[in-house]
């Protein structure tokens, strides 16, 4: 009789922490999934041409602002720095007798950080989904 009742009491305290355990890792794993989802959002729209419209340039923001909040230390301070150049080469085009080698300087350093950032994200998101690691270089449009 004693036996069984420490059998019992066994069981239901494993069955308690089988519950625990595992409402945990769903848990983790849900926020796993939505970061990674969020940052595939982002990948997907880093990844067109800036064209500077008022709706072009909100999901940008939001794009960035993703970033920020679910990226890694690294990809926050290129998210960071390629918005501030998107932003300046747009300031760029709007003026009327801009110089053509800040120009074309702003225009390098937003398609590097671009690269970058992309490439980051790419290698980052590849890992949290267990793909193979790729060393292709970036091939996008635009």
């Known amino acids: 009789m004693k036996t069984e009742f420490i059998a019992l009491g066994s069981a239901l305290f494993l069955a308690f922490v089988g519950y625990f355990v595992s409402r945990a890792l769903s848990v983790r794993e849900k926020k796993r999934e939505m970061i990674v989802n969020y ?6 729209f880093i990844g067109k041409p ?23 230390e690294k990809q926050i301070e290129l998210a960071i720095e390629y918005a501030k150049m998107a932003f300046a080469l747009a300031e760029f085009k709007r003026m009327t007798a801009p110089d053509p ?22 290698n980052h998101l590849r890992k949290e989904l267990s793909l193979k690691e790729c060393k292709q270089e970036m091939f996008y449009i635009g």
């Open 101 to 122: 080698a800040s120009v074309q300087r702003t225009i390098d350093s937003v398609q590097q950080l671009n690269r970058e950032l992309l490439l980051n994200l790419r």
């Open 39 to 44: 940052l595939i959002d982002a990948y997907e």
């Open 50 to 72: 800036f064209e500077g419209s008022k709706e072009y340039t909100q999901a940008f923001c939001n794009a960035i602002f993703t970033i920020q909040l679910f990226g890694t």
